[in-house]
């Protein structure tokens, strides 16, 4: 199922696609260069959509799908899909240490604010990693928090969990 969304205030067409996966439907949010959002369907990140007739063809779409299906199954570590994030400096900077905590690691919110030389910045950590736009592919599933308790996931707990636990093996 695909659909396509305009943006009113930049008037730039937001191209929506689904797909399923091991942890439920996944939006996939793309334009002609980029992934721009990964979203769990019916997660808290859920964009309004209008019907399109045609499938949308587009090579990044085809790319970030075969890497999911790499990834669910165990056969790829890092995603190599083009993807695009908006939000503010610090969103961004919090987001670029997402990408380098590695596969099956798990960090909390405050290590990643100390690794960010912010050592007393957890909960605004906490805050940008809940606005991460490009679930998975950029994983905020590998932050926990400070007691190691699972905590808030826009695909929910179960999702959060099965994902960690994939990466375990």
């Known amino acids: 199922m695909s659909f396509v969304r305009t943006n009113v205030k930049t ?7 689904s797909h399923n996966s091991p942890v ?20 808290k990140h859920i964009l309004p959509k209008s019907p399109v007739d045609a499938l949308l063809q587009n090579p990044v779409v085809a790319q970030v799908k075969k890497e999911l299906d790499e990834y669910f199954k165990g056969k790829r570590r890092d995603f190599t899909v083009p ?3 908006r939000g503010t400096p610090f969103q961004k900077f919090v987001w670029d ?4 905590v590695d596969y099956g690691e798990i960090k909390t919110y405050a290590d990643i604010a100390k690794e960010l030389g912010k050592p007393t910045a957890s909960r605004a950590v906490g805050g940008a990693v809940g606005k991460n736009p490009i679930s998975i592919i950029v994983p905020c599933h590998r932050i926990v928090g400070t007691s ?5 996931f826009a695909g929910g707990i179960e999702a959060k969990k099965l994902l960690l636990e994939l990466e375990r093996g």
């Open 148 to 152: 190691g308790k699972l905590t808030g």
């Open 24 to 43: 439920g439907w996944l939006d996939i949010y793309f334009n002609e260069r980029a992934i721009t959002g990964l979203y769990f369907r019916g997660g």
């Open 83 to 85: 993807i695009e994030m």
């Open 11 to 17: 008037n730039i067409r937001i191209n929506v696609i």
């Open 97 to 100: 240490r997402l990408l380098q």
